[in-house]
């Protein structure tokens, strides 16, 4: 009794922290080793999961997906490269365990309760619409100034409304399928919370969050089934007026003029010096962390002040995810990054044209996946899509439930010639 007790309290454990992630993004300290709510949340469902295995309520699985292997393979080649030239050593540990070994454990207990049977994806959907209903409430009461935002724009609980709109647009993305193919008692719900959570992506004024989940969507529903064509031309449509009344009105648009001059100036800086350091150490790169904490020293180095001032004294990352990459871990951390976010969208496409070429249905989690992918590919050119606690934790739970889905029953449900 006790052990079903246990099993049930792993499942638990494991969907709260989906939907709730980035509410646990806080930190109880952080020196001098930092630790977040979501170190201590995402630690509790791997010790629940280490009991259930050693009990025998779980057991081991193999990754059947050889691709998604290699995925991690490569992302930890690139850690222990980066980890060679990281200094001081402990600057290794969060990159190590809040990104990498967490997460994975994580997704892979996900993918131990997806494989034995006692998780379904409905229900995984539905933790992830939870998530995406309490992110956009909160993001709509700050819009409405019953809560405080951390600065000018809703940005929930991060400090940044980019880091939030990547979140929100996450979600999105991935349940939208679901929302499309739920049953009539559920639909209607889904579509309002899915309906709200694109409003509170509108609200966060992030380009970067909007640009690329319009571009996810624009590839996610160009794949949807034929009987979804009333909405794909929708999309078309809404889409080709919006971008037609953006450009016509771009000067009256919020933060527009501030976008092109003064975030624009910023980041163009930062790639301009992240793309001389990495001139200077191809194969190398700096070490994990060697750009946050080395960044003023490299500004100096690679800009003349006589001519140009250091628009920021410190930054956490380039602003473009490629050379985020092969700064932290060299060409090897270059090929990690881009394999990393191309992934998703190759995976999801076989499975999607394995599906039309065998006359049977997809997952709901391919289409949801691809949209993914292409958003976080385009995000990656202008900010950080993955190197932080929550993108990495809900990318191992979105992998590992997608490489999982090859070989379970779809949600979706449609015929080759439908």
Do not use: C
């Not at 940005?155 to 929302?179: D, H, K, Q």
């Amino acid at each position: 009794m006790w052990r079903r007790a246990l099993l049930k309290i792993n499942i638990f454990a494991f969907l709260a922290l989906i939907a709730l992630t980035p509410f646990f993004i806080g930190y109880l300290w952080r020196e001098p080793l930092a630790i977040s709510y979501l170190n201590l949340a995402s630690g509790a469902v791997i010790i629940l999961t280490a009991a259930n295995l050693l009990l025998g309520s779980l057991r081991l699985e193999p990754i059947r997906s050889h691709s998604l292997t290699l995925a991690i393979v490569l992302f930890a080649a690139m850690l222990l490269w980066g980890s060679v030239l990281s200094e001081p050593l402990r600057s290794i540990l969060g990159p190590w365990t809040s990104r990498f070994l967490q997460p994975l454990l994580v997704g892979y207990s996900g993918y131990l309760l997806l494989r034995g049977d006692l998780l379904s994806y409905q229900v995984l959907a539905r933790a992830l619409y939870l998530s995406l209903l309490f992110l956009a409430g909160l993001g709509l009461l700050q819009l409405n100034g019953v809560i405080s935002a951390n600065n000018e724009r809703i940005t929930g609980l991060y400090l940044f409304p980019n880091s939030f709109a990547r979140y929100l647009e996450i979600l999105l993305l991935v349940l939208l399928p679901v929302w499309l193919v739920a049953a009539d008692r559920l639909r209607k719900w889904f579509f309002l919370i899915w309906l709200l959570g694109l409003i509170t992506l509108l609200a966060t004024q992030s380009y970067a969050g909007v640009g690329s989940f319009v571009l996810g969507l624009m590839a996610l529903v160009a794949f949807l089934p034929t009987r979804f064509k009333p909405l794909k031309l929708a999309v078309i449509v809404i889409i080709t007026l919006g971008l037609s009344a953006a450009i016509a009105w771009r000067a009256s648009l919020p933060k527009y003029q501030e976008t092109v001059t003064s975030s624009l100036a910023t980041r163009q800086q930062f790639w301009h010096i992240g793309w001389q350091t990495i001139k200077a150490q191809p194969l190398t790169g700096i070490g994990l962390e060697g750009w946050e904490r080395r960044y003023l020293e490299l500004a100096r180095t690679y800009i003349d002040e006589r001519q140009e001032k250091i628009i920021e004294t410190d930054s956490a990352q380039p602003h473009n995810i490629f050379l985020d990459g092969w700064l932290r871990g060299g060409i090897i951390g270059l090929i990690a990054v881009s394999y990393l976010l191309l992934w998703p969208i190759v995976y999801s496409w076989r499975l999607i044209k394995d599906a039309y070429t065998a006359s049977k249905s997809a997952p709901w989690l391919a289409y949801g996946a691809l949209g993914y992918g292409v958003a976080m590919l385009t995000f990656g050119l202008v900010d950080d899509p993955i190197f932080s606690d929550d993108a990495m934790t809900i990318l191992f739970v979105l992998f590992f439930a997608l490489a999982s889905s090859r070989y379970e029953p779809p949600l979706v449900r449609h015929s080759r010639t439908s």
